[in-house]
């Protein structure tokens, strides 16, 4: 069975500094990955989607990467905004039935002005 | 090109009684989702379907059915509600698995 942990669970940090946020899987054999932000009360909104094939993506301040083989994504975010602050899910697709996903519980970062 | 849309917003039930979320979206995407997310944590999937007519377990299933008569719309019932099933829910859809997920605005579900 697939898990997803994110650490650190909540991450306090000053207006900007660049930081990591951190998401490993169990099972190596994944389709995609797929990082969201979550404002408080809302929907996830999609950040960046790596498929399997790809090493990183990158988004304006975002970047993500990913290392299938250790089962390891960060998500970089460069000169953080207080208006970056928010939780942070990962999820990811298994190869074998893509039609599943499993999420980690999340990052919630505060970004102080 | 209104996305995901789940209704109702806001519900409040009684134990024991039945309700459907409603979940329809407007891109023509294969693939739906239906996911519940409990306090401080992730979202786990309860059904999820890749197409028309094809529908699958997740997670935890126990107490939901789910029906695809159309690739818009992929309703989720509860059959009897319990306390535990209080929860904000969320549907999920994508054009194929390779794909991103788009989300809902989600459904906050009270069962007293």
């Known amino acids: 069975k697939q898990e997803v942990t994110q650490i650190p669970a909540a991450l306090s940090v000053p207006e900007g500094e660049n930081l990591v946020l951190n998401c490993s899987f169990t099972?190596?054999?994944?389709?995609?990955l797929q990082w969201f932000r979550q404002d408080p009360g809302k929907g996830l909104t999609s950040l960046l989607l790596i498929q399997s094939s790809q090493r990183e993506q990158t988004s304006g301040r975002l970047n993500a990467s990913l290392d299938k083989s250790s089962g390891r994504s960060t998500l970089y975010i460069a000169a953080s905004q207080p208006g970056d602050s928010a939780t942070y899910l990962c999820a990811v697709r298994p190869g074998t039935n893509a039609g599943k996903s499993t999420f980690g519980d999340g990052t919630t970062l505060t970004v102080k002005p | 090109n209104a996305g995901v849309t789940q209704t109702p917003k806001f519900q409040v039930l009684k134990t024991g009684q039945s309700m459907t979320l409603q979940c329809a979206q407007d891109?023509?995407?294969?693939?739906m989702s239906w996911y519940r997310q409990d306090p401080g944590m992730g979202l786990r999937l309860i059904h999820y379907?890749?197409?028309?007519?094809?529908?699958d377990q997740g997670e935890v299933p126990n107490g939901y059915n789910v029906s695809r008569s159309t690739t818009e719309d992929f309703p989720l019932r509860l059959l009897s509600a319990a306390p535990s099933q209080t929860s904000v829910y969320f549907c999920?859809?994508?054009?194929?698995?390779?794909?991103?997920?788009?989300f809902g605005d989600g459904t906050r579900l009270s069962i007293l």
């Open positions: 891109m023509n995407h294969e693939y």
């Open positions: 099972d190596s054999a994944i389709y995609n």
């Open positions: 379907s890749v197409g028309a007519g094809i529908t």
């Open positions: 999920a859809s994508s054009l194929t698995g390779g794909w991103p997920q788009h």
